[in-house]
């Protein structure tokens, strides 16, 4: 019910923005056969659209990302990825370029080609939706974009395969009506998210654990959604709680998710601390941590401790929040020697953690 709030809140997207100057994300993540792909193919025959889930950026190039984005006005644009972790695919699609749709800002600019100086910068009206087996790994600005709900298999029985089935056959023409009823509701709507955004955000940064805006914004924007969502479909007040709690739950996990390292990071900091400060750390100054990561590697190899690819530690190595990263740049070693004098090494800079 959570995709279906946004779905639903992707028909105002551009109104929305008119008034809090920003439109979240939204992520549906989960292991394959979930049911991520059954829903948001049900979604899109909500208004009118059928046999589509959406495109992958990693197989499209930025031309043609730019394009889908600034095609239609108030509908989502559906990002679909399964492998994300796979850093070689990731080198190919940067999240930063959605930056600035959370704003309907441009996301690309061209040439106008008419021999003078003008430029064409499409605003951008709609939504994103991602959704993909891995969950995403990015800078924090975007990550405090992203509404995040994930799907698993866990409660999946022989009744919900029928009904999941049964929801795949529904006829396009059986339920498109739905974008002629919410958009007749636009007023209703927009009243509700005028007057019930600010109220549920000030409930969620009352919370111990939220500390940052964003992410009061954006999961206050979906729970003013789920009230004009229930008032339009007449939606039982059970279920509206629990869509209510089920985002109260999902800012808080969120907030912890921004707080936490990247799995692989978390990884490569438990075996620094194990292998020894002593006998990793380049640097000469007590404040910083310095570690060449071939001398890393080679080390971690000589004590038959498994050490995450070298080409995702460079990608991951750049999010650590434990120990924050400073740069790269050449150290005068503290731990290699040559002639009886340091060796300069290039190393990654790290914070010391407080």
């Known amino acids: 019910m959570i995709a279906l709030v946004w779905f639903f809140g992707s028909l105002f997207a551009e109104q929305i923005r008119e008034i809090h100057?920003?439109?979240?994300?939204?992520?549906?993540?989960?292991?394959?056969?979930?049911?991520?792909?059954?829903?948001?193919?049900?979604?899109w025959k909500l208004v009118g659209r059928t046999d589509y889930e959406g495109f992958d950026p990693n197989k499209s190039t930025q031309a043609a990302r730019s394009r889908n984005m600034t095609q239609v006005a108030n509908l989502p644009v559906s990002l679909i990825e399964s492998d994300r972790e796979d850093s070689a695919k990731a080198r190919q699609f940067d999240w930063d370029e959605l930056k600035t749709a959370y704003n309907g800002r441009p996301s690309r600019a061209t040439g106008v080609h008419n021999g003078g100086n003008e430029t064409n910068e499409p605003p951008f009206r709609g939504s994103i939706l991602i959704s993909q087996n891995a969950a995403v790994n990015a800078s924090e600005a975007i990550m405090q974009r992203i509404v995040h709900v994930h799907f698993d298999t866990s409660g999946h029985t022989s009744a919900s395969r029928a009904a999941a089935d049964a929801l795949a056959s529904?006829?396009?023409?059986?339920?498109?009506?739905?974008?002629?009823?919410a958009t007749r509701a636009e007023r209703m709507v927009m009243e509700t998210v005028r007057k019930e955004t600010p109220r549920f955000e000030a409930e969620?940064?009352?919370?111990?654990?939220?500390?940052?805006?964003?992410?009061?914004?954006?999961?206050?924007?979906?729970?003013?959604?789920?009230?004009?969502?229930?008032?339009l479909i007449k939606m039982p007040v059970a279920w509206r709680e629990e869509i209510l709690q089920a985002l109260r739950d999902a800012a808080v996990q969120r907030q912890r998710?921004?707080?936490?390292?990247?799995?692989?990071?978390?990884?490569f900091w438990e075996l620094y601390d194990y292998l020894g400060d002593h006998i990793m750390n380049h640097s000469r100054d007590g404040t910083v941590i310095a570690i060449n990561l071939n001398y890393f590697q080679r080390i971690a190899a000589s004590q038959n401790q498994p050490l995450p690819p070298l080409k995702d530690l460079k990608t991951h190595l750049k999010t650590s929040r434990s120990r924050r990263f400073i740069g790269i740049k050449a150290v005068n070693s503290a731990i290699e020697a040559h002639n009886g004098q340091g060796k300069t090494v290039k190393c990654w800079i790290f914070e010391r953690e407080k």
């Open 21 to 43: 100057k920003s439109y979240p994300f939204l992520e549906v993540v989960g292991e394959a056969g979930a049911g991520k792909s059954t829903l948001i193919e049900f979604l």
């Open 257 to 267: 998710a921004l707080a936490a390292d990247h799995p692989i990071v978390e990884e």
């Open 204 to 231: 969620l940064m009352r919370h111990p654990e939220i500390r940052l805006q964003r992410i009061g914004k954006n999961h206050g924007q979906l729970m003013a959604l789920t009230l004009a969502l229930a008032d």
């Open 170 to 181: 529904v006829p396009v023409e059986t339920v498109s009506h739905f974008l002629i009823m």
